[in-house]
């Protein structure tokens, strides 16, 4: 009897073990697991912060490129309205007879023409940049590819930076070319009249008293410019001497550089006048010899026309 109770308490002691032994085991096995699920946590978390910093860093690049894009294009857009009133202006030139050379006119209008192509390729690259950008905000879920898909949208941006600076650069030559245009247009109907001391016209050197240059200011000038402005007359011979009696020296801005020029004659003209006849009387203080002569008239920074004229020998 004692030994029947005896193997009975052994029995329930050696399973008692077992079971304390599989619950340690049991409890060991869950407590490793939960470690591991607690690094996966963290892990996750970890990159999903990073992830979240990525994406914030991205967005905010995405805006400031976008915002430098749309403020590029309102300058383009802008640059496009100034070439077209410099058209006009060219337009309404011609409208008031004055002649524009074929060629000039030409290449003018073909840079126009390549201006609007630009603008428009422009206008395509930023929509499709947009559409990029919309695309990548996509791609913020997936990562992969995110940062060679930045490195595409920054190379670009570059691009289009060049072909910025290529637009303005040949809207700088446009203004350029606009500028010679003007410069070298000339009055209308230039005449020169050599007098003898009677006022009567002659052609003998040894009887010239006076010289005078006539010429009407062209129309389009009325559109170019405004209010007064003084204009002068320069007389050299063959071997471009200023004659003796010049009365001033001023400086005339064109397009290229400055060109000093000694002045015979002034005249203060007002552009709302024109057109209108102007007329420069010159006396002649010095012996006229037998030969060519050139008169030039010129204001501050234009250049209005070329009068030549010849003196011969009484004896001819």
């Not at 202006?89 to 002649?99: D, E, I, P, Q």
């Not at 691009?159 to 247009?185: C, G, I, M, P």
């Not at 052609?203 to 204009?231: C, H, N, R, W």
């Amino acid at each position: 009897m004692e030994n029947t109770k005896s193997s009975s308490a052994t029995l329930i002691s050696w399973i008692l073990g077992i079971g304390l032994a599989a619950a340690v085991t049991i409890g060991v096995v869950q407590n490793n697991n939960a470690d591991a699920s607690r690094l996966a946590e963290i892990e996750m978390k970890a990159k999903a912060d990073s992830l979240a910093v990525m994406k914030n860093s991205l967005q905010s690049e995405i805006e400031t490129l976008s915002a430098r894009l749309e403020t590029e294009m309102r300058e383009s857009a802008k640059t496009a309205e100034e070439l077209a009133k410099a058209n006009e202006k060219l337009t309404a030139n011609k409208r008031a007879s004055y002649s524009f050379k074929s060629k000039q006119r030409k290449e003018l209008d073909e840079l126009q023409l390549i201006k609007d192509n630009e603008i428009a390729m422009l206008n395509t690259k930023l929509s499709e940049l947009n559409d990029l950008k919309a695309a990548m905000e996509r791609e913020l879920e997936k990562i992969p590819g995110l940062e060679e898909n930045v490195a595409q949208l920054q190379n670009e941006v570059t691009q289009w930076k060049a072909d910025y600076s290529k637009l303005e650069a040949d809207f700088k030559d446009l203004n350029k070319r606009h500028a010679k245009l003007v410069f070298d247009a000339p009055g209308d109907n230039f005449k020169v009249e050599v007098l003898a001391s009677n006022n009567k016209l002659t052609a003998k050197a040894k009887k010239a008293e006076y010289i005078q240059v006539s010429f009407l200011m062209p129309a389009y000038d009325l559109m170019q410019k405004k209010g007064t402005e003084t204009i002068y007359l320069s007389l050299f011979d063959e071997q471009i001497n200023p004659l003796k009696n010049w009365i001033d020296e001023v400086s005339v801005v064109s397009p290229e550089k400055s060109i000093p020029i000694q002045v015979h004659a002034k005249q203060t003209i007002d552009y709302s006048k024109n057109p209108q006849l102007v007329v420069f009387k010159v006396k002649v203080d010095e012996k006229m010899k037998p030969g060519g002569y050139t008169g030039k008239v010129y204001s501050k920074d234009d250049y209005l026309g070329t009068v030549d004229f010849k003196l011969r020998d009484s004896f001819l």
